[in-house]
């Protein structure tokens, strides 16, 4: 299984931006379709991105489409999501993971290797 690293995460007003980054290792991610989701205190795992294996495709959540961009840079075996425009409710860990289908709004089940998270917290 790919080992998961996010980072990237902090403390932003409404209305900033950050870049999450998730670097993995042990199998490169060219060999996977990527997603980040997120979890805020009490609640699921919401799935707010996915990219295919080339990168030429991609689905978002609608919470997060156009505010959003996720990449992926196989040859440094790392993904991204550019965060803009950001939102108190967009507040929660954010998990990048590795998995084996693309299709739009896929379960957390698609998924069988997770980095450990990393926090964003977006102030009012």
């Known amino acids: 299984q790919a080992q998961l690293v996010e980072s990237g995460g902090g403390l932003v007003q409404a209305g900033g931006s950050l870049r999450l980054s998730c670097a993995a290792s042990?199998?490169?991610?060219?060999?996977?379709?990527m997603a980040w989701f997120r979890q805020a205190p009490g609640k699921e795992r919401e799935f707010v991105a996915t990219?295919?294996?080339?990168?030429?495709?991609?689905y978002y959540a609608d919470s997060v489409r156009g505010r959003f961009t996720i990449s992926r840079d196989n040859a440094k075996n790392t993904m991204y999501l550019q965060m803009n425009s950001l939102k108190p409710e967009d507040t929660a860990v954010y998990y990048c993971?590795?998995?084996?289908?693309?299709?739009?709004?896929?379960?957390?089940?698609?998924?069988?290797?997770w980095g450990q998270g990393t926090q964003v917290t977006v102030s009012s």
């Open positions: 993971g590795a998995g084996q289908r693309l299709r739009p709004s896929p379960p957390a089940t698609d998924f069988l290797s």
């Open positions: 990219i295919s294996w080339a990168g030429d495709a991609t």
């Open positions: 042990g199998r490169t991610i060219s060999s996977y379709t």
